[in-house]
């Protein structure tokens, strides 16, 4: 009998996979051992820099090699941390649909009457699309300044690839034929217009039927509280799942192969890094301090930058809005469901404008003002409708590029898809972090933001 | 770069584009100026007629062509117009299966101890497969008095295409063996009924236990409430919408190749018509009179007419039966759920008779009476599930030509397949029409219909 | 005009298939009238007895037949009879989701201070686990001694077939990404996993926010009330379609093909039998009579057995568990929801095991301790996360067959498989039973069984 078949059973076959799971295991040892002693955002550096630290660790043993999905021991270790660290994601994305189906009710329900529900769309929406603008701008700027793509120049695909998704197809996929349908696909911006007709229904029936449609108001409030309860109970385990999926996502990776696209990635984290810049400066003019801003917020753009997933991310990004950063709990709830659905400031932004830049030099396609303009509005259309799952960048990317008319050069930027969970961290935090900018200018314009209450956590 | 990927994308690439959507947008403008001053049946009217007006411009513009699906700024525009008139239409699906679901577990548990379920849907299907029987009656007569199909004679194909769905296999498929799926699947049937299950449960446990059970209770009335509050303010805009749809199937369908098969078409509406007044006389044995029934049925028939769903018009019949017509909410309910899946006179009885005849003709096959009677019989069997969704006719007929043992010949009607939805139309207002008698027949039947309260709208 | 098609359309081609739905009619008809004369369990043996009858007949006018499914009559026979039987069984599956859903609430929000979730989890998995590797072993026992596979060596397939799925992967399926989805596939293990998050955040809530949370409570009370009430009406059609059941899988199978695995047969169902005699000695131990249980139990254990559905008999397995032998119900509904999904001591348990001595065997690989031992635990590990569906079995020994690395000789137990309902009914028995052992043992370690309340029925 051939052993080897029970250890693929369970996913164990050599040594150094016992060795790092027992590693993963002490790990999370040591963080519930020093839970008590840091608060809990420094609970969360520490965790991802351990994660870190394992990852390299794994590489190191692995001699840094190329392709650490060809090496088995390498994809258990990854399976069996997945185990924990996309385990604990799921369980957040368990209590997306609920969230924002309640949550949106219970915001429309509420509403005063002098309050605007039109406004608040209307202001989100500009918002998270404004923004997006912006942060195409800056991927458009970055990119040429350090030249993506000069030099490695070559010849145009013979096929053209041109699978252009009208935008018009993309806004009636976001209505709701089926609510359940929706709610089975998590298709998220569904959800939140079916929520709105109710919440508005009821808000009207509220003034002559309150007696008959108070059960269902009652129970809105009920299960909104047992959900947002549940929420907080499954982010205590936050710093334990941040260990792993940071390991996780280091160890999966050659690090090898990042040199070869070392200068896409530092355009890419730059990018960033001032898109940030903005968004807190954003924040500043709101009247809230950068900086106690960025203690109480980092709970959710840790995640974020972990996890890779703006829509998984969905129920800590509400909670800390509410909880630490003041905003109230229904302008948190509907600007965080539609920005982790549109306007994705890093993944619908930043990155396919950094892309169509790198492809144009590439293809040695003249790039002119004209260019820059139409491709700050492609960015900006496209990011509409992108699911915010991770992957919906390469999706956003091929929209903008086909936008562009530059589809048979997609092909050529496959050096950078092989390392696109690198980018995916900064991007996915920067999702957050333009979601929860986006949510506190709202707030702020609405006078629904409480801002004594911001509190570093 | 190449500017016709950015049109492509957003689906402008023609002034002509540009120049119908600005049409519709005018149209729209000018419904919602003149909205006040008519009722909203006459709104209705004159919106159909804008619709049919906008599309025959279109039309004339683009010389009348023989496939307007091959010329690009046409495709465009019927995008356009879709996302207005198939978006309100997604908005109206999107209340299906909550308003069957509440509203048919509403009907049960608020039937008095005299009244009998069993008796609201042993009526309710003989009513529509009977319907569906005599319609079928009325496209064999019709077809052959137009000879429909002689001259055309042709061979027999080669090969055998029989796919014979066994009605057993049917009834099995309406069982509802998982609830959510059967909602997130919009399958009706199943979920009326889980929900009478549900409903006899709520009754029967109401004597007993009614404290217990009073929160489900007061959750189903607060819930049919505002989900009926919902389909008022969706039906508000449906003038608004009935142009954009009318234009587009105008538009969309080559007008050129209808003269091939203009005796079909005149078939249909001849049969279509011929019904229409059997059901009208229904009606008025019935006691109501027809001209009053039309008069407030009309915003039903002429959704069913441009929208071409009969379980889109759902809504909005159970709403017309309901507060125009003055039919019981539940039997409206009941009987509406079953009437948009299972005996549709149009799609189910005349289409798939009239589609027999003329394959008969064209093949050479005999018919004789026992030829007729097992058609009528077919047509009868087969309606029971087919779904009422766009497209289901077509279903329909498939069914009923291999029902027949004439699969072979199936292809030969290729042509009038091609011209399906200006068919549809019709089709699709007679079985909402049919629908409608059902309930009102039914309804009074039972004693469950407030004849006084009838009204024009 | 071929009038075939229509028998083929109604699927009734031959006047034996007539016959033989007015035989079953004139059964359900006389069952209706012993009804009243005979208790529950005495009705229902003889439904299954009248239904081996039906069957048996049909196959005698057959002659039994090497292959019925090719003979036409047979297939049409069946189609109706499912029609009752799994007509039924949708039915009863129906309610699965929602009295999961609501009752694995229920009972966790109800838990007094002094339990404890994890004990009830944790005493429920090691029973169920404990049973299959029990069952295992009897599997390998009875195997060895009736020399399964023995003499009808051949060689080795060329190709390998090694699909193993690892545990890491099962263990995440099992996760409840989307809640709605997760009801939609009727995944039992994630919706009970969620609504364990949902019934501990109620518990924790009910301390502080009692008045918020009670609409919630109060309709998870009436929504329970009202699924139980539905599965009891349900349940008293039983003994109609156990002998429609029945006469269907007699009908179906051919008893000449029996012959030729005959000894398989028989170690089955010797195996099963001891491991049945060890789950009586286990209640005994409890401190139930085994005959009253074998009384009380026999609702479920025989539609267990004519059905083949684990999951279609869980609501019948939790009403017996908390009408008839006395187990409180929230201890009922988890251990049943588990039990029908994970640790099957049939389909998981005995099945797999003698299917790999019996390829063993055939295949001429050496059986030693070691083997045994590593047989007992893959089986027991993959025991885990087998959904309980018809069919399930198969996929148990296809990866114990890959985790025993004996891959490549998979397809030489074709014979067995081809019978397979044969051995279905008598695994699925044994799953119900082993569901209910578990349920017992884990209620009296907890004190939550009523032993006084026992009855049989």
């Known amino acids: 009998m051939d052993s080897t078949f029970f250890s693929q059973f369970i996913m164990i076959t050599d040594i150094k996979t016992v060795i790092f799971i027992i590693a993963l295991i002490g790990l999370l040892f040591l963080t519930s051992k020093i839970k008590s002693k840091l608060n809990f955002t420094k609970l969360m550096i520490v965790s991802t820099l351990l994660g870190i630290g394992l990852g390299i660790i794994i590489q190191y043993v692995a001699k840094f090699p190329q392709d650490p999905s060809k090496i088995a021991w390498i994809t ?30 219970r915001v429309i329900m509420n509403m005063n009457e002098g309050e605007n529900l039109s406004k608040l769309t209307s202001r989100s929406i500009i918002m998270l699309l404004g923004t997006t603008a912006i942060a195409a701008i800056i991927g458009i700027i970055v990119g040429n300044l350090l030249n993506l793509g000069v030099g490695s120049q070559v010849v145009k695909a013979t ?94 990776n050659g690090i090898q192969s990042i040199f070869g696209v070392v ?38 753009l840790i995640l974020g930058f972990t996890s890779r997933s703006s829509v998984g991310t969905l129920p800590v990004t509400i909670e800390t809005l509410t909880d630490n950063v003041g905003v109230d709990s229904g302008t948190a709830s509907f600007v965080g469901s539609l920005g982790s659905n549109m306007g994705m400031n890093g993944c619908a932004g930043i990155y396919p404008a950094l892309m169509a830049v790198t492809i144009a030099n590439m293809a040695g396609i003249e790039m002119n003002f004209s260019f820059y303009a139409m491709l700050v509005i492609v960015v900006t259309i496209s990011s509409l409708g992108i699911a915010g799952i991770p992957g919906t960048a390469t999706m956003a990317v091929s929209v903008v590029i086909s936008g562009m008319g530059m589809g048979a050069y997609f092909p050529l930027v496959g050096g950078i898809i092989a390392i696109d969970p690198i980018l995916d961290m900064g991007r996915t935090m920067l999702n957050v972090n333009g979601t929860m900018t986006t949510a506190i200018t709202v707030a702020n314009s609405l006078d629904k933001i409480d801002k004594s209450n911001i509190k570093s956590v």
């Open 76 to 105: 258990e270790v990854s399976k069996w941390y997945g185990l924990i660290g996309y385990g604990f994601m799921d369980l957040l994305k368990m209590l997306v649909v609920p969230l924002v189906f309640v949550s949106i009710i």
């Open 159 to 252: 096929e053209q690839i041109r699978e252009i998704s009208p935008i018009v197809d993309t806004l009636r996929g976001l209505l709701p034929s089926n609510p359940v349908k929706a709610m089975a696909e998590a298709n998220i911006v569904a959800i939140v217009i079916f929520a709105v007709f109710i919440g508005l229904a009821i808000k009207r029936l509220n003034k002559k039927y309150s007696s008959i449609i108070k059960p269902l108001t009652d129970l809105v409030e009920a299960f909104y509280k047992v959900i947002v309860s549940v929420a907080i109970t499954i982010i205590k385990f936050m710093p334990y799942a941040v260990i792993a999926l940071m390991a996780n996502t280091i160890a999966e």
């Open 263 to 300: 200068d896409f990635i530092i355009a890419l984290y730059i990018s960033v890094a001032i898109m940030f810049i903005i968004h807190l400066a954003i924040i500043w003019i709101n009247g809230l301090n950068p900086k106690t801003y960025l203690k109480s917020a980092s709970k959710a």
